[in-house]
């Protein structure tokens, strides 16, 4: 198992381990990318280009997981892509910091660490380049997903405030780096 940084071409996998994940805001899982309007090949790839921190984690070459944030620079050129919450980071004023999109590991690799594994790459990346913090949300309403509040509260962010995007209420989440 290895964690490396993304490139253009593992978007259409990336994709498909979205689609897997994605559920229902009324679904009984405790954990998935809520009523998820799946991005296409092309947004993954653009957003994988335009940002150093997106990363996948490979089992005998094969992409099982991964990891998806973007520096500021970043949010304002994918901001086009109209993703309600990467417009709203786009537009935030605080410096040095960085938006934590998505983290996904295929179901049959779940519980094997591989999503903290991803994250502390994420922090100590984030670190060593100098920024101040680290933005996550998760939704909250209708769905809670006890799966990523506890990694996220296990690595150290904390809950700031909700975020209300159409039927979604999202918790926004901040790691002081
Ligand atoms: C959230 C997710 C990435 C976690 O990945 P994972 O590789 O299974 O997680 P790990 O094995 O590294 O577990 C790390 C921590 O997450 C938490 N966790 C993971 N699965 C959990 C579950 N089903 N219930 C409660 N906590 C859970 C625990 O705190 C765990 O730490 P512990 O093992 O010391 O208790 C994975 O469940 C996933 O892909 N979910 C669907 C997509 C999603 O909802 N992503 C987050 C929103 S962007």
Same mark, same amino acid.
């Given at each position: 198992?290895?964690?490396?940084?993304?490139?253009?071409?593992?978007?259409?996998?990336?994709?498909?381990?979205?689609?897997?994940?994605?559920?229902?805001?009324?679904?009984?899982?405790?954990?998935?990318?809520?009523?998820?309007?799946?991005?296409?090949?092309?947004?993954?790839?653009?957003?994988?280009?335009?940002?150093?921190?997106?990363?996948?984690?490979?089992?005998?070459?094969?992409?099982?997981?991964?990891?998806?944030?973007?520096?500021?620079?970043?949010?304002?050129?994918?901001?086009?892509?109209?993703?309600?919450?990467?417009?709203?980071?786009?537009?935030?004023?605080?410096?040095?910091?960085?938006?934590?999109?998505?983290?996904? /590991?295929? =179901?049959?690799?779940?519980?094997?660490?591989?999503? +903290?594994? &991803? %994250? *502390?790459?994420?922090? !100590?990346?984030? #670190? @060593?380049?100098?920024?101040?913090?680290?933005?996550?949300?998760? /939704?909250? =309403?209708?769905?809670?997903?006890?799966?990523?509040? +506890?990694? &996220? %509260? *296990?690595?150290?962010? !904390?809950?700031? #405030? @909700?975020?209300?995007?159409?039927?979604?209420?999202?918790?926004?989440?901040?790691?002081?780096?």
């Amino acid at each position: 198992m290895e964690i490396i940084k993304a490139k253009a071409k593992d978007a259409k996998d990336i994709q498909k381990i979205i689609k897997e994940l994605t559920i229902p805001a009324n679904s009984k899982k405790d954990t998935g990318f809520v009523d998820y309007n799946i991005p296409k090949i092309g947004t993954i790839s653009n957003r994988i280009k335009n940002s150093n921190f997106c990363y996948v984690v490979l089992d005998r070459k094969k992409v099982i997981g991964f990891n998806m944030a973007y520096e500021q620079k970043a949010l304002r050129k994918l901001d086009k892509d109209r993703d309600p919450i990467i417009i709203y980071f786009s537009k935030e004023t605080e410096k040095d910091f960085i938006y934590w999109d998505l983290l996904g /590991v295929a =179901k049959h690799k779940q519980d094997q660490d591989l999503g +903290s594994e &991803l %994250t *502390k790459q994420l922090i !100590s990346d984030a #670190k @060593a380049e100098g920024y101040k913090a680290i933005y996550a949300v998760i /939704v909250e =309403k209708p769905h809670y997903n006890p799966a990523s509040t +506890s990694l &996220l %509260t *296990k690595e150290g962010f !904390s809950r700031k #405030k @909700a975020l209300k995007v159409r039927d979604l209420t999202f918790g926004i989440y901040k790691l002081k780096l």
